[in-house]
């Protein structure tokens, strides 16, 4: 019996694990000026939509930069932006 409990408990951590925002990423991203992070949420491209905003996205890690995985505000629909380094030293050349 307690090995099912300590089965659940392990199960539930992993779970709370992977909703942890990526340090890496969310170090990146804490770089970035708020300014820049508002316009950058607001750009996203919605496949239905065009351009949308991002809602309940979390951070992706990637070694070109960062990537947002979210909905899409208007129709809730999953969106994503990658975010490239290249992207970044342009819009904030101290970045890296
Ligand atoms: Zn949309």
């Keep these: ?11 539930h951590e992993a779970q709370k694990s ?7 990423a969310a170090k ?8 820049i992070r508002r316009k950058l949420i607001n750009n996203v491209f919605c496949s239905k939509c065009g351009v949308t ?7 992706h890690n990637d070694r070109f930069g960062i990537v947002l995985k979210g909905k899409c505000k208007k129709c ?6 990658s975010i490239f380094r290249t992207t970044l030293m342009v819009a904030f050349p101290t970045y890296l």
């Design 28 to 35: 990146k991203w804490a770089e970035i000026s708020p300014d």
């Design 76 to 81: 809730g629909g999953d969106v994503a932006s």
């Design 53 to 59: 905003v991002i809602v309940d996205y979390v951070l």
């Design 1 to 11: 019996m307690t090995d099912v409990i300590k089965e659940i408990v392990d199960y």
């Design 18 to 24: 992977t909703a942890v925002i990526d340090l890496e």
